[in-house]
């Protein structure tokens, strides 16, 4: 019912940058929070950023001054500024959202992730 697709991901060196992008189409009435999760290989999915429809956002202690997350409810994107990246932000990043998809429904969906590789 409802997708979502993730596009920016990327081999980049450490210390540069990359912009991560989330679309979500199909049975949306609206979205929620919106966040950003990622897994590296052998390693436990765990929160990089999240916003809220008024966007409050919530970071990991990790990439709090690095990594930057902002929606725009208009096109139901959210994105993920990432500068000074660093090794160990090498992960798949995928994309969460919390959708009501009718007036009775409403549930998390998930992207297919997309490759972020940080070489040194």
């Known amino acids: 019912q409802v997708q979502l697709v993730e596009s920016g991901g990327g081999l980049v060196q450490a210390g540069g940058s990359l912009r991560l992008s989330c679309a979500a189409s199909?049975?949306?009435?609206?979205?929620?929070?919106m966040g950003w999760y990622r897994q590296a290989p052998g390693k436990q999915r765990e929160l990089v950023a999240s916003?809220?429809?008024?966007?409050?956002?919530n970071y990991a202690d990790s990439v709090k001054g690095r990594l930057t997350i902002s929606r725009d409810n208009a096109k139901n994107t959210v994105s993920l500024q990432m500068d000074s990246l660093k090794v160990e932000d090498t992960a798949v990043y995928y994309c969460?959202?919390?959708?009501?998809?009718?007036?009775?429904?409403?549930?998390?969906?998930w992207g297919q992730g997309t490759q972020v590789t940080v070489s040194s």
């Open positions: 916003i809220t429809g008024g966007g409050n956002t």
């Open positions: 199909g049975s949306v009435f609206s979205i929620y929070a």
């Open positions: 969460n959202a919390d959708v009501r998809t009718t007036p009775w429904e409403r549930r998390e969906y």
